[in-house]
């Protein structure tokens, strides 16, 4: 697609050296991006095709729009309409091909028939441009529980029957139903390839089952350790909505495992209604109560993580949480 003398297209695997130079140069210097190039092919590397839209002018890139959609861990969601999360977003400022930002994401939405367009981490600056183009602005409310509310059995006796919270492991979904009725767009292989196959951080899943060995509901969750705690952060959900407030209730052999101190979560503020009516209380500026959202390096302050959603099925519901588009994307390299 030509538009006002830009070229702009997808991005080709032969195009990812110039992506990661760009990256480094003109959005941050020695970004994870440009020094792990498994981190990059991680989210960014799609078969013979990379998740970008490149602008260019007689070769030259002049801007770039990385996308992280759901079939990148589920070639089957290629075929449906899934959802799309926008992550690193740049024109030069130097250019004077005026609307190549806004050409960049008009390519996108046309790529495919996305159920839905979210972004997550947006620069509180750029707000009233995701509001002009029909986004619905959000935050990520950190809500936490403390200790004594922690609630350390496998049985969790729900107003409709009697669930069981077990750890799926490998052979993800293998014996299983998925009876998903809350981001039901996902799937067992997207958790698996999307969490537990991550080589950078050691995600486990507990899936809510019922009688039937039906999977209700799916947790993903890691542990971080903060000022001598361990904190049981809650990246992703899906599956009934009427029985997520369950996900605190922790296996108990997990839970004296590890001494878990605190369960958290960050999860859009329009959704955390039915987290704080369960006991899960706003996580405050008061040391006693403080977790930190970034880790990488830590932010000893409390942060606000704007977040935007556009709808085009609308059946979906438009949670945003932290294991979300880039949000769960390593800042610092690990060491292996």
């Known amino acids: 697609m030509r538009v006002n003398g830009v070229n702009i297209r997808q991005a080709k695997i032969d195009d990812k050296e110039a992506i990661r130079e760009f990256i ?8 994870v991006l440009f020094l792990s190039e498994e981190i990059f092919d991680f989210f960014y590397l799609n078969g013979q095709s990379l998740n970008f839209v490149l602008g260019e002018v007689e070769n030259r890139l002049i801007g770039i729009l990385g996308f992280i959609p759901d079939y990148q861990f589920d070639r089957d969601l290629m075929d449906s309409a899934c959802g799309v999360w926008l992550a690193l977003w740049k024109v030069l400022e130097d250019v004077k091909y005026f609307g ?3 050409n960049l ?5 046309k790529f495919k028939n996305w159920s839905c367009i979210s972004v997550s981490g947006i620069n509180e600056k750029h707000l009233g441009l995701y509001k002009k183009l029909g986004f619905e602005i959000d935050i990520l409310e950190h809500l936490f529980l403390e200790r004594t509310d922690l609630v350390c ?5 729900a107003e409709s029957s009697t669930l069981r919270m ?3 492991t490998e052979n993800l979904g293998a014996r299983h139903r998925f009876l998903a009725k809350f981001r039901f767009d996902r799937s067992f292989l997207y958790y698996k390839n ?5 080589s950078f951080y050691d995600y486990r899943i507990f899936g809510l089952k019922n009688s039937e060995h039906d999977i209700l509901g799916l947790v993903v969750v890691k542990l971080i350790r903060y000022e001598g705690k361990v904190i049981l952060r809650i990246i992703d959900y899906s599956g009934d909505q009427d029985i997520f407030s369950y996900c605190r209730f922790i296996p108990s052999v997990f839970y004296k495992s590890f001494k878990i ?3 958290d979560i960050l999860i859009s503020s329009r959704h955390s209604n039915m987290l704080k009516s369960r006991l899960f209380k706003i996580v405050g500026c008061e040391v006693e109560s403080f977790i930190p959202v970034y880790l990488e390096p830590v932010v000893e302050k409390k942060v606000s993580i704007y977040c935007a959603t556009k709808l085009n099925n609308k059946d979906l519901i438009d949670i945003v949480m932290k294991g979300d588009g880039d949000q769960e994307r390593p800042n610092l390299m690990h060491e292996n």
């Open 105 to 109: 994401l008009r390519y996108l939405t």
């Open 261 to 263: 101190d605190n369960i």
């Open 24 to 31: 480094n140069v003109h959005w941050k210097k020695n970004h």
């Open 153 to 157: 059995q496998n049985l969790v006796n």
């Open 194 to 198: 999307r969490f537990s196959k991550c």
């Open 166 to 168: 077990v750890e799926l």
């Open 100 to 102: 190549t930002g806004y």
